[in-house]
């Protein structure tokens, strides 16, 4: 996300064009990403709430720039969630409003891998957080919020015990990425050692011959099975590597962000890490 200039938004004010005023009394949450999205769809279950994501489906999160009509969303929204970090500093600049701004980075602890919620356990804590946020902002419906809460959080419990285990009692801990590598808190918290086309979430897309052959070299030296690729990907790495190795290519998805046919199909982010969890299954063996 890109910073949007300041003097924009002021010209946005004096245009008119952009009310930081609430039309109704209908709650209104606002988000940039899909897990931030779903968690509170879950939190928010029953309620008369308008919930909006700015990224939309199918939108490539690492090139989304911010429109005057999204800081007028977030201006005119009761309650605000975004990442936090270097790709939402944007945020600093939105006009003076009575939205509380939230971000997931204050809830789990800043981290140079913002993808947070990769890891159930953050997923929990963050579920939680939320959940005390949106009672802040609408107290006459705290017990509905804390109840789908309570519900919500024993399904990520059962994921977050799912992927101990899977760890636990794999033949091999070690994963290999043909793509950049968006899980370190995945890796973190149960345990996994990993290699990867890229550090972290680089912007690079293409893995030189060298950065290749490693790859390649670490599976057939320890024997690695599958290949993981990410949502959004072409594929042509972990194509490459899977030819010469006889690795199948398995999805891991990092749920930054979901495409239409995803997001209409109704995927969330249980199901997206369900999935995750059932190919490492088959990764470690």
């Given at each position: 996300m890109k910073r949007i200039l300041p003097f924009l938004l002021v010209l946005c004010i004096l245009l008119g064009g952009c009310s930081t005023a609430k039309t109704n009394d209908k709650l209104k949450i606002t988000t940039t990403v899909f897990p931030a999205y779903d968690f509170l769809r879950e939190i928010a279950a029953g309620v008369d709430a308008e919930l909006n994501m700015l990224i939309a489906p199918g939108m490539e999160v690492h090139g989304f720039e911010t429109t005057l009509e999204d800081i007028a969303l977030v201006s005119s929204s009761d309650l605000f969630v975004c990442v936090g970090g270097e790709d939402d500093e944007w945020v600093e600049n939105i006009p003076e409003t009575e939205t509380k701004i939230v971000t997931l980075s204050s809830m789990v602890g800043p981290c140079e891998d913002d993808h947070y919620w990769t890891s159930p356990k953050n997923a929990i804590t963050i579920t939680e957080k939320l959940c005390e946020n949106l009672?802040?902002?609408?107290?006459?419906?705290?017990?509905?919020?804390?109840?789908?809460?309570?519900?919500?959080?024993?399904?990520?419990?059962?994921?977050?015990?799912?992927?101990?285990?899977?760890?636990?009692?794999?033949?091999?801990?070690?994963?290999?990425?043909?793509?950049?590598?968006?899980?370190?808190?995945?890796?973190?918290?149960?345990?996994?050692?990993?290699?990867?086309?890229?550090?972290?979430?680089?912007?690079?897309?293409?893995?030189?011959?060298?950065?290749?052959?490693?790859?390649?070299?670490?599976?057939?030296?320890?024997?690695?099975?599958?290949?993981?690729?990410?949502?959004?990907?072409?594929?042509?790495?972990?194509?490459?590597?899977?030819?010469?190795?006889?690795?199948?290519?398995?999805?891991m998805h990092s749920c930054h962000n979901v495409t239409e046919e995803e997001f209409e199909s109704g995927e969330t982010y249980l199901s997206l890490m369900t999935k995750n969890l059932e190919n490492l299954k088959i990764a470690l063996g």
């Open positions: 009672c802040d902002v609408d107290p006459e419906n705290a017990a509905t919020y804390k109840e789908n809460t309570q519900k919500y959080i024993e399904e990520l419990k059962k994921l977050d015990s799912g992927f101990a285990e899977t760890v636990k009692n794999g033949k091999t801990n070690t994963v290999v990425f043909a793509e950049r590598f968006p899980f370190y808190h995945m890796a973190n918290d149960y345990g996994l050692e990993y290699h990867s086309a890229f550090e972290g979430c680089s912007t690079e897309t293409e893995a030189g011959i060298k950065v290749i052959n490693q790859l390649i070299e670490t599976i057939e030296k320890e024997n690695i099975s599958v290949v993981f690729t990410i949502e959004f990907s072409d594929n042509t790495v972990a194509d490459r590597i899977s030819s010469e190795t006889g690795a199948q290519v398995l999805l």
